[in-house]
């Protein structure tokens, strides 16, 4: 062990007689520990929550959509499908069928008032619906049945406490026919007359409800059918567009241009990231306070350490003016208390990283704090363990620690003998 830092442990770790340094370095470190792990924990909860927020955006709708221009219903071809399928980044494709509705539902009292809300219903494919409601299911039955008395319907756990939606009610759905929009169903009709032989009626049975955490414009909105049913009933043979899933997320959107460029005009085609732009925009502000974070912390531990070095300093003034009159260098008196510095900081850091692990892993397990799903659509906070932030953080810690402790040191290496024998 070089000397500087056998010098330096005592300084910093062993009490004397006269004085008692140990308790002034056991804060220093405490201080450093506790804004580690603050920061730590900080990153973890935002990369945590954009992670998750971001995996339920991808989850609840495909990677991509190809669609006609202006939402036009176009007829389902094998060969378009294939094309699709065949392009090497993509992992599944299948077609939906979308139709906007307005759902009536009435009171569950006798005599009740009906409920009304605009839906868009999304007809997909079985297996696509089967992997849907094995991960969001709510209440009710998964299986493929098909049902007499109206179309299968799988709500929202939000619209279905809106419209007092429960497993097996019938609910109306009407919409115009041959329109995709509930919003012209008051436009352009000269009478009720038109107005009444314009509207297309269906009924519904609600045959099970998802909830996947997602509220506004999501679950309260969103209607999942059978494609095959939903055809039958409204559109025989048409669909909306293709959803599909990717291997490489980040070829997402050269994958769109090459799908489209291969099924030509007038196919269009847009990712999950520019459907919900602003949602993923939302979480990228997020992650942009992180510096911030980073540097914000880090600077209270960077006065911590050079406070404690000072008051050290101060302590150790008869002992720095010995090992000057004994011969030692001031390069090496300097390099004694950036040793210090190091031994305080390395402690700290070590410390903070414990800390934050061990409530990062008690807080995953047993979920102590909740959130309002209806603001951040998870129901707890999410933490993301990922050793790169560990890291990134305890090496901001230490170099900025190290760079502003050479202010204390090179006080300690300036002072005279004479002078700090006689205090």
């Excluded at 954009?50 to 955006?57: G, P, Q, R």
């Excluded at 094995?134 to 756990?157: D, M, N, T, W």
């Excluded at 107005?195 to 909105?221: A, K, M, P, W």
Aim: proline share 4%; with cysteine.
């Amino acid at each position: 062990m070089k000397p500087e830092f056998y010098i330096a442990r005592r300084f910093a770790f062993k009490r004397r007689s006269a004085s008692k340094p140990t308790f002034i370095v056991m804060v220093a470190v405490a201080g450093i520990a506790v804004g580690t792990a603050a920061l730590i924990l900080t990153l973890s909860i935002v990369n945590g929550f954009a992670s998750s927020v971001e995996n339920k955006l991808i989850s609840f709708s495909a990677h991509l959509q190809i669609r006609y221009p202006d939402e036009q219903l176009f007829q389902d071809r094998r060969t378009d499908l294939a094309k699709v399928v065949n392009h090497k980044n993509i992992a599944n494709a299948s077609p939906f069928l979308e139709k906007s509705f307005v759902l009536r539902s009435r009171g569950n009292g006798v005599g009740d008032i009906w409920l009304s809300k605009p839906v868009r219903i999304k007809g997909i494919s079985e297996a696509s619906r089967t992997a849907f409601l094995k991960k969001y299911l709510h209440a009710g039955r998964s299986v493929s049945l098909h049902f007499e008395e109206g179309i299968a319907l799988y709500p929202g756990q939000s619209l279905a406490e809106n419209l007092n939606l429960t497993v097996g009610k019938k609910v109306m759905l009407v919409s115009l026919k041959g329109e995709s929009s509930e919003n012209r169903i008051v436009v352009n009709q000269k009478n009720i007359v038109d107005l009444l032989s314009s509207l297309d009626l269906e009924t519904g049975v609600i045959r099970g409800i998802y909830d996947t955490g997602l509220q506004e414009g999501f679950d309260d909105y969103l209607v999942i059918a059978d494609l095959k049913e939903l055809q039958q009933r409204c559109n025989p043979m048409m669909i909306s567009g293709y959803d599909a899933n990717v291997h490489k997320l980040d070829r997402l959107q050269e994958t769109v241009k090459e799908v489209t460029n291969v099924l030509g005009v007038p196919f269009y085609g847009y990712t999950v990231f520019e459907r919900y732009a602003n949602l993923f925009e939302w979480l990228k502000l997020q992650k942009n306070i992180t510096p911030l974070l980073i540097v914000t912390i880090t600077i209270v531990a960077v006065f911590n350490i050079i406070s404690t070095l000072l008051v050290l300093i101060i302590e150790k003034t008869r002992e720095i003016g010995m090992l000057s009159a004994l011969g030692l260098e001031p390069g090496k008196l300097s390099s004694i208390f950036m040793a210090q510095a190091f031994l305080i900081s390395l402690s700290g850091i070590a410390f903070g990283n414990i800390i934050a692990l061990f409530l990062s892993l008690f807080e995953m397990r047993y979920h102590l704090i909740t959130l309002p799903e209806k603001s951040y659509f998870i129901k707890y906070v999410p933490l993301m363990i990922n050793p790169v932030d560990y890291a990134l953080v305890s090496l901001s810690v230490m170099a900025l620690t190290l760079l502003f402790a050479f202010i204390p040191a090179r006080i300690a290496a300036s002072l005279k003998p004479g002078t700090a024998l006689g205090t």
